[in-house]
């Protein structure tokens, strides 16, 4: 058709033209919409840290990618990190500014395609020391957590005062239960983690069903950006009562 005709379309023509032409991008939109929604919510999701917790591992600011769904086949394991939501008591988290309407369907909507992580101040990321089972005790002689009897030596992740090689100044000595995880910070000092919520609900063991995932990428600041992996402190641990 040349170009004469072509402007020479009646306007239905050109009407039914656009239509089409806008039915089109806002399938695709719905279709990009709906795959980040299940990527976000089944697969992987993204956070933002927002305490000193798990220095020098992970720093305020740090983004990080969750990984949702291979845990569901093959659990947990000691020494990786998770995040999860509040088991209750955990967070003393201040009401949210007030926004406009606008603002908070921006972020409802980067939220639900995984590209804000507004939620982030509803979760906390630790390291797993105790799985389901384990008998978790602070300290040896050596200052050091022994997991089900195994001394573990964690010096090579922990962010300890100079001249400290104690694990925990805080001593517990705990099982376990079945369906929950013992967690702590790697800025033991300066991490509110199971130690400093056993007088909360689950007596400070986090239920397994509100873990999200395991962290497994940084992917900002652009200087840091990498995997992130569990430890190999652990590798000898024997299994607890629950998994024998």
Same mark, same amino acid.
């Given at each position: 058709?040349?170009?004469?005709?072509?402007?020479?379309?009646?306007?239905?023509?050109?009407?039914?033209?656009?239509?089409?032409?806008?039915?089109?991008?806002?399938?695709?939109?719905?279709?990009?919409?709906?795959?980040?929604?299940?990527?976000?919510?089944?697969?992987?999701?993204?956070?933002?840290?927002?305490?000193?917790?798990?220095?020098?591992?992970?720093?305020?600011?740090?983004?990080?990618?969750?990984?949702?769904?291979?845990?569901?086949?093959?659990?947990?394991?000691?020494?990786?990190?998770?995040?999860?939501?509040?088991?209750?008591?955990?967070?003393?988290?201040?009401?949210?500014?007030?926004?406009?309407?606008?603002?908070?369907?921006?972020?409802?909507?980067?939220?639900?395609?995984?590209?804000?992580?507004?939620?982030?101040?509803?979760?906390?990321?630790?390291?797993?020391?105790?799985?389901?089972?384990?008998?978790?005790?602070?300290?040896?002689?050596?200052?050091?957590?022994?997991?089900?009897?195994?001394?573990?030596?964690?010096?090579?992740?922990?962010?300890?005062?100079?001249?400290?090689?104690?694990?925990?100044?805080?001593?517990?000595?705990?099982?376990?239960?079945?369906?929950?995880?013992?967690?702590?910070?790697?800025?033991?000092?300066?991490?509110?983690?199971? $130690?400093?919520? $056993?007088?909360?609900?689950?007596?400070?063991?986090?239920?397994?069903?509100?873990?999200?995932? $395991?962290?497994?990428?940084?992917?900002?600041?652009?200087?840091?950006?990498?995997?992130?992996?569990?430890?190999?402190?652990?590798?000898?641990?024997?299994?607890?009562?629950?998994?024998?």
């Amino acid at each position: 058709m040349s170009s004469s005709e072509t402007a020479d379309a009646p306007p239905r023509t050109r009407r039914r033209g656009f239509v089409l032409f806008a039915r089109d991008i806002l399938v695709i939109v719905v279709i990009a919409v709906v795959v980040s929604f299940l990527v976000k919510t089944f697969v992987v999701r993204s956070f933002y840290i927002p305490s000193a917790s798990m220095e020098d591992t992970l720093l305020i600011n740090d983004r990080i990618l969750v990984d949702e769904l291979t845990p569901n086949w093959n659990g947990y394991e000691r020494g990786e990190i998770v995040v999860f939501a509040d088991p209750g008591g955990w967070l003393d988290t201040p009401p949210p500014p007030e926004r406009s309407p606008l603002e908070e369907g921006v972020d409802w909507f980067l939220t639900l395609v995984g590209i804000s992580a507004s939620d982030s101040e509803d979760h906390l990321v630790k390291r797993v020391v105790g799985l389901p089972g384990d008998h978790v005790v602070c300290c040896n002689a050596m200052g050091q957590i022994t997991v089900n009897g195994q001394a573990v030596d964690e010096l090579s992740y922990l962010k300890l005062p100079a001249g400290d090689t104690q694990a925990s100044n805080d001593p517990f000595d705990v099982t376990v239960p079945e369906g929950s995880i013992w967690v702590m910070g790697d800025n033991r000092d300066q991490s509110a983690d199971s $130690r400093a919520n $056993r007088d909360k609900p689950g007596d400070g063991f986090v239920p397994l069903d509100n873990v999200v995932g $395991r962290v497994f990428l940084r992917t900002w600041p652009m200087d840091r950006i990498g995997t992130i992996e569990g430890t190999k402190a652990f590798t000898s641990v024997p299994d607890g009562e629950a998994s024998q």
